[in-house]
């Protein structure tokens, strides 16, 4: 049987974490497929960056001027001639915002099984089997595909990249480039560098994050000293707070704001929808208050306090104060 394939997702040139994530959840379907795990690379330099991606068994590369940035049109044309060459089983694509579109791109062109924005995806038999998050986390599928190669779209943070940072001399298969692989429609011009003035919420342990049962903006002070308890920790907040101007866009959960997975999720006067918790429910231990005891939030919750939260968050400051040193 054919390879599992991840396709390396690059920026600026280098392996972004969602590349290794990638690479982690291959590696399982690969051992229960009892088949190697390949990186497929896509870049103008492929010797340089093949040893980072040494928890695969082999890299299948491609360098071309064209594909130094995550250009879809060469790449998806890249991908194509390596498909059609080196078929794999499966092919793993993350769906970073440089690569939104390009699964479907490639799975179109050839009628290829396409199962996209999943979180896990798994072998059962000859069958690749994935589970989709539809409208907005409304729906929870599971779907099946046969055949191949079947494409497979993995929503970051839904695995963990540690396990797949290896360094190491693989064996590199080089494809060469189809023809006119210069783009014509789409060109890359810069990157456009985020300003980083306010702390990075994806990378906090603890978050104690508000929603609009904070009733008013003085109260987040009340957040922030609770925050300033933990260890790594912030004050993240649901989208209307957002909204209304009371904290910057940096901080905001959720569907159109940032994918959290800290190791503590306090949530605090959040009701629940799905387009927040499609945000935050990867997070190791979910904590909801809430006044209101049938708030959706409950359901993904670990640990549910029915409380006002202006009464409960002094009082877990108070309690934290007690015991030294507080860590997450
Ligand atoms: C396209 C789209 C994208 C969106 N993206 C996002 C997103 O990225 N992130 C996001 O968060 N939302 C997003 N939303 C908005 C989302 O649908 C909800 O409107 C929003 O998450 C609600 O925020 P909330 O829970 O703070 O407010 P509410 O839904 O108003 O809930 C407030 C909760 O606080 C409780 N409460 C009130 N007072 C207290 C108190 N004193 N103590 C304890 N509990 C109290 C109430 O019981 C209630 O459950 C999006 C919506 C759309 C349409």
């Avoid at 995806?121 to 599928?141: N, Q, S």
């Amino acid at each position: 049987m054919a390879d599992v394939y991840v396709l390396a997702d690059l920026e600026r040139g280098r392996p972004t974490d969602l590349t290794f994530e990638l690479l982690t959840a291959g590696r399982a379907l690969a051992s229960d497929l009892h088949v190697p795990l390949k990186a497929v690379l896509l870049t103008n330099e492929a010797g340089l960056i093949a040893p980072s991606l040494g928890f695969a068994d082999g890299v299948v590369a491609m360098s071309h001027s064209s594909l130094e940035h995550r250009n879809l049109e060469a790449w998806s044309r890249a991908l194509l001639k390596i498909l059609d060459e080196k078929p794999p089983k499966v092919l793993l694509i993350g769906i970073s915002n440089g690569l939104l579109g390009l699964p479907s791109l490639v799975a179109g062109a050839r009628g290829l099984p396409l199962i996209s924005l999943c979180r896990s995806v798994t072998a059962h038999g000859e069958e690749i089997v994935g589970d989709p998050v539809l409208f907005g986390g409304k729906i929870e599928a599971e779907v099946h595909a046969k055949g191949g190669p079947v494409v497979v779209a993995v929503r970051p943070g839904s695995y963990s990249a540690e396990p797949a940072r290896v360094q190491r001399t693989v064996p590199v298969e080089n494809v060469e480039p189809p023809e006119a692989l210069e783009t014509r429609r789409v060109h890359f011009k810069r990157y456009a560098d985020l300003e980083q003035t306010d702390v990075d919420i994806t990378h906090c342990d603890v978050l104690i994050s508000i929603g609009r049962g904070i009733q008013s903006q003085e109260n987040i002070r009340i957040a922030e000293e609770l925050s300033g308890l933990f260890r790594n920790a912030a004050v993240s907040s649901s989208r209307p707070l957002v909204d209304q101007g009371w904290l910057p866009r940096t901080r905001q959960v959720g569907r159109s704001g940032m994918t959290v997975k800290p190791r503590l999720y306090l949530a605090l006067g959040i009701s629940g929808a799905p387009e927040h918790i499609e945000g935050m429910k990867s997070s190791e231990t979910i904590v909801a208050v809430n006044t209101d005891p049938k708030a959706p939030v409950f359901e993904y919750a670990h640990y549910g306090v029915v409380a006002d939260i202006l009464t409960f968050m002094p009082r877990l400051a108070e309690q934290l104060r007690k015991r030294k040193p507080v860590v997450a």
